[in-house]
């Protein structure tokens, strides 16, 4: 699971405050110890003229561990933000300002993914947070760049992504999503 970037105090100034809804890094650190946070997590796909789904993009990234694992587009909700509107802003941040997402006019999620602290409570794990994430498939139809701390944004088919090779590099539960994902628009290999 990944997040909204973090920002330091430095970050903002007068001139250039802090977006409302936004927490500092010691206000976020004391809600993820007390409550379970909002997220969305993204499938980003490209489907054909009949809406099949034809590939599904994964994002690389290095953890702060030094590894190198593949990723879905996730983060937080912010406080008073629609669930379309997080969901854009996440895929905008990952894949870049003209990735062109096409969320349904009345999203619903494929699956809800509880993210604990804990590992083996559930088939998710985020070690900083008890989280409830909102899952969807989503299609997009731009041009997809990696953005922020994603190094590469590979298309695979939908065999590919949920391969035992592409599954081991996903971390805190993805790979189960990914291939819950895939069933639910019935492409699971």
């Avoid at 990944?2 to 004391?30: M, Q």
């Avoid at 096409?102 to 619903?108: H, K």
Wanted: overall charge negative.
């Amino acid at each position: 699971m990944t997040d909204t970037a973090d920002f330091t105090p430095d970050d903002f100034s007068h001139e250039n405050p802090r977006p409302a809804g936004w927490l500092s890094p010691e206000e976020i650190a004391v809600a993820r110890a007390q409550l379970p946070l909002v997220y969305v997590d993204a499938v980003p796909v490209r489907v054909d003229d009949s809406g099949d789904v034809v590939a599904v993009g994964l994002l690389l990234r290095v953890t702060p561990e030094g590894m190198m694992t593949r990723a879905l587009v996730s983060g937080r909700v912010m406080f008073h933000e629609r669930i379309r509107d997080a969901l854009l802003r996440h895929i905008e941040k990952d894949l870049g300002p003209v990735a062109l997402p096409q969320v349904p006019a009345s999203p619903q999620p494929f699956t809800v993914a509880e993210y604990f602290p804990t590992p083996g409570i559930t088939s998710y794990h985020d070690p900083r947070q008890h989280a409830v994430s909102l899952a969807y498939v989503v299609p997009v139809t731009g041009d997809c760049r990696p953005q922020q701390n994603a190094l590469e944004l590979a298309w695979l088919t939908p065999e590919q992504a949920c391969s035992d090779e592409v599954q081991l590099e996903m971390r805190g539960g993805q790979g189960v999503l990914l291939r819950q994902a895939m069933a639910y628009v019935g492409r699971l290999p």
